[in-house]
């Protein structure tokens, strides 16, 4: 590729080159000195934030109670229980000590979106026989509905297709370059859960009995399409795009005006805080499991009938990666609380628009936000380049909520931990 072609690689933009990435984590250590403090600043304190007690994020440091209930929602647990002991019994034993943790463990909360900077628990899937990585994907096939596993393989594909189309960082954007963890035994009935966590891929699947937590999910891709190579024809969030704009677009005027918060994404129009050049205007990102954030922007309980039902389906687009019997337990959840819901914008609402919104209430947060470029350097949001992030507040993430409960119920003499 000649010079000028790959300053224009992708829709006009290039490759940015000389980040400190090596082998999926971000080497600091090959930084000029003066310049490693100040981009450790900028990678959120992920370990540290990890080792505090998990209190949820709350609109004001007070969780609401008797949000979450243990329930049966008729989803079967046995192919992702086979799934993970088929996966356990084909590892080493050197490697199943590396992959398992207690259901509590704070290695749970320790993820993030970029590349870690710290030395990753779990395995990676490049590591793992090709064998073993089958396994290891068989469980996210399993506990996922066929909507959520395509998102989830999707998304990784999209992270090799960027390695390939700027033809750098090669030992990092990767397909397998994600690290998987378990925790707790694999059961019918006791606690337990996966984390497969990487570069725009961070889930986490609690399950207890017939139930299911699926939060702290984050899905991202830069770019959203790959347009050649390989994975030529790949898409994501095209109806999660497509229903924001259509829940704005059908709001009246006012609600409009309430509801936007900006109405341009441009760096230069937003205040510092809504522009960080890592996380954009996520708020819910890596290390967030504790903070507090205000409803903003237009309450849900004035939505017209047909509001509400625009509404419920941009929330479905996310839910949909649960399965059936999980996914309707979440929305009846999400319903339940819709008065209480708001709705937030930033940015434009036309077809080629780079925005954020965020959908919050007691029992979600949604964030979906076009971000600027990381390994391309356009320097403001595109619509090419999303982050999405489903949490539970309020104590609900990585299921410990649920987890507390059935200990009181089943186990008083354990609690749960952080």
């Known amino acids: 590729m000649d010079n000028e072609s790959e300053k224009t690689l992708y829709r006009g933009y290039g490759p940015?080159?000389?980040?400190?990435?090596?082998?999926?984590?971000?080497?600091?250590?090959?930084?000029?000195?003066?310049?490693?403090?100040?981009?450790?600043k900028?990678?959120?304190?992920?370990?540290?934030?990890?080792?505090?007690?998990?209190?949820?994020?709350?609109?004001?440091?007070?969780?609401?109670?008797?949000l979450f209930a243990l329930q049966d929602t008729g989803w079967d647990p046995g192919s992702a229980t086979r799934a993970a002991t088929a996966f356990l019994d084909h590892l080493t034993p050197t490697q199943r000590e590396a992959v398992r943790f207690a259901i509590d463990a704070d290695e749970w909360r320790m993820w993030i979106n970029a590349f870690p900077n710290w030395d990753p628990h779990g395995l990676r899937l490049e590591d793992l026989e090709p064998a073993q990585r089958d396994r290891a994907l068989a469980i996210l096939e399993a506990s996922l509905s066929a909507t959520g596993f395509s998102d989830a393989r999707t998304a990784m594909k999209l992270n090799a297709a960027l390695g390939e189309l700027i033809g750098h960082y090669r030992d990092s954007l990767t397909e397998y370059n994600y690290s998987i963890a378990l925790f707790g035994t694999p059961s019918a009935t006791e606690p337990w859960g996966w984390q497969l966590w990487g570069h725009h891929l961070?889930?986490?699947c609690f399950i207890i009995g017939r139930q299911m937590v699926l939060t702290p999910t984050f899905i991202g891709a830069e770019p959203t399409e790959a347009d050649r190579g390989v994975h030529k024809g790949l898409r994501l969030f095209d109806e999660q795009r497509a229903a924001g704009l259509g829940l704005l677009r059908g709001l009246r005027p006012e609600q409009a005006r309430q509801a936007v918060l900006h109405p341009s994404i441009r760096v230069q129009d937003l205040p510092a805080d809504l522009a960080d050049p890592v996380n954009g205007r996520h708020l819910g990102g890596a290390a967030q499991d504790n903070r507090v954030i205000p409803y903003a922007g237009l309450p849900a309980?004035?939505?017209?009938?047909r509001q509400r039902e625009s509404l419920l389906h941009l929330v479905g687009t996310y839910a949909r990666r649960l399965p059936d019997g999980p996914a309707a337990a979440f929305m009846a959840d999400v319903e339940r609380h819709l008065g209480d819901t708001h709705i937030a914008w930033i940015g434009g609402s036309g077809d080629d628009d780079a925005f954020y919104y965020r959908v919050h209430s007691p029992v979600v947060l949604i964030e979906y936000d076009c971000q600027r470029g990381v390994f391309l350097d356009n320097e403001e949001p595109e619509p090419f380049h999303v982050h999405t992030i489903v949490r539970?507040?309020?104590?609900?993430?990585?299921?410990?909520?649920?987890?507390?409960?059935h200990l009181a119920r089943h186990h008083p003499q354990r609690r749960a931990g952080r």
């Not at 900028?42 to 505090?52: C, D, G, Y």
Request: hydrophobic share 35%.
């Open 392 to 405: 539970t507040p309020n104590g609900g993430d990585y299921g410990r909520d649920l987890l507390r409960r």
């Open 202 to 204: 961070d889930v986490h």
């Open 16 to 40: 940015v080159l000389g980040l400190p990435i090596q082998n999926g984590r971000v080497d600091l250590a090959g930084l000029p000195p003066d310049l490693q403090p100040v981009v450790r």
């Open 301 to 305: 309980g004035g939505l017209s009938h």
């Open 42 to 66: 900028s990678f959120p304190p992920v370990v540290e934030k990890a080792k505090e007690p998990l209190v949820g994020i709350t609109t004001d440091g007070h969780v609401v109670p008797d």
